[in-house]
């Protein structure tokens, strides 16, 4: 079965240290979203590509956030600085835009800002 | 713009009891409808989608749900559940031939007790 890898899976850290969350999609997918999923929130879409190309970063806090994809089977999200306000578990999913196809979900990246 | 509202953050239920899970939405367009869920530390997966076609979709483990265009809804229902479908259920909703984004409900923990 075809999987989203996202790593690390964990990720405790002080205020105001970079972090970098790495998501590898299916082989073969054509969008990348990045969700953000928090108690207070639920899921939030902070951006996503299509053919590696962002068309939507609106979610984001663009002072803080930046999300890429240098290659078909990466996309990074990053956060520098990271704020406690920040905590929250991470999720890339991807898929073929095609017609209502689903989407994949990884197991997301739990991160934790002290 | 889409948004959707699942009605009930909560649901308790007793093991082989039926349960309906509620979820309204809005758009200005055509949409494709899904629900999804996830275990604890998991991922979403995807239970059903509703693309076209027949109102009433079947999905895995025994779900099932019906689109209703006039009231706007897409409520989830399984005639039995089991202690293994305890875990939180997400309705979402994406326009067709556009982004094709998901846009998801706040969720709803679904709690089997024995």
């Known amino acids: 079965d075809a999987r989203v890898t996202q790593t690390p899976r964990h990720k405790v850290t002080e205020m105001g240290q970079e972090v970098t969350m790495r998501c590898q999609p299916i082989?073969?997918?054509?969008?990348v979203f990045w969700y953000r999923q928090t108690m207070m929130q639920g899921l939030e879409l902070l951006a996503y590509?299509?053919?590696?190309?962002?068309?939507?970063d609106s979610g984001m806090p663009k002072d803080r956030f930046s999300a890429e994809m240098p290659d078909a089977t990466l996309a990074t999200l990053k956060i520098q600085p990271s704020e406690p306000r920040d905590s929250a578990v991470y999720f890339c999913?991807?898929?073929?835009?095609?017609?209502?196809?689903?989407?994949?979900f990884g197991n997301g990246t739990r991160l934790t800002v002290t | 713009a889409q948004s959707v509202t699942q009605l009930d953050s909560q649901v308790p239920v007793f093991e082989e009891a039926p349960v309906e899970l509620r979820c309204n939405y809005s758009?200005?367009?055509?949409?494709?409808l899904f629900w999804y869920v996830q275990y604890p530390n998991q991922g979403l997966q995807l239970l059903l989608k509703?693309?076209?076609?027949?109102?009433l979709v079947k999905g895995i483990n025994g779900f099932e749900a019906e689109f209703n265009k006039s009231q706007t809804s897409f409520h989830l229902r399984k005639p039995s559940v089991h202690i293994s479908d305890t875990a939180e259920y997400f309705c979402?909703?994406?326009?067709?031939?556009?982004?094709?984004?998901?846009?998801f409900g706040k969720g709803t923990k679904l709690t089997v007790n024995p």
């Open positions: 999913a991807s898929g073929l835009v095609s017609g209502g196809s689903p989407l994949h």
């Open positions: 082989l073969g997918h054509n969008t």
């Open positions: 590509f299509r053919n590696r190309a962002p068309l939507d």
């Open positions: 758009s200005s367009v055509s949409v494709y």
């Open positions: 509703y693309l076209s076609g027949s109102t």
């Open positions: 979402a909703v994406s326009d067709k031939g556009g982004s094709e984004k998901l846009v």
